[in-house]
């Protein structure tokens, strides 16, 4: 099981980017992203049902960010927007087998490499 995450890079505050995660070939149960900020452990951001119909956030990116997936193409999305300097992190997605949406790190089965998101003030 392979998960390639794609889309980070610089940005201005207040601006926006859109991460994605795509899988190899399979459907997951939950679908989600970490952060991870230099010094700091890893945080959740976000989680998707394997339906897309529910999601979870952290208080921090709420109204903010937006989860959302394809499961035809096998791939997860976070539209982020409103960007802060504290947002700047490494992305990591993540993805689960098990029943129900999950939001902690020791119940995600597979890691992807993560990707650098460097939000300047």
């Known amino acids: 099981v392979q998960l390639q995450a794609s889309g980070g890079g610089l940005v201005q505050a207040v601006g926006s980017l859109r991460l994605s995660c795509a899988a190899s070939?399979?459907?997951?149960?939950?679908m989600g992203w970490f952060r991870q900020a230099p010094g700091k452990e890893r945080e959740f951001v976000a989680t998707?049902?394997?339906?897309?119909?529910?999601?979870y956030y952290d208080d921090s990116v709420k109204g903010r960010f937006t989860i959302s997936r394809d499961n035809a193409k096998s791939t997860v999305y976070l539209q982020m927007n409103s960007l802060k300097p504290e947002d700047t992190a490494v992305y990591y997605c993540a993805a689960s087998n098990r029943i129900g949406v999950v939001t902690t790190t020791s119940r995600f089965d597979y890691w992807g490499q993560g990707t650098l998101v460097t939000v300047s003030s």
């Open positions: 070939g399979r459907t997951f149960s939950s």
């Open positions: 998707i049902s394997r339906s897309g119909g529910t999601t």
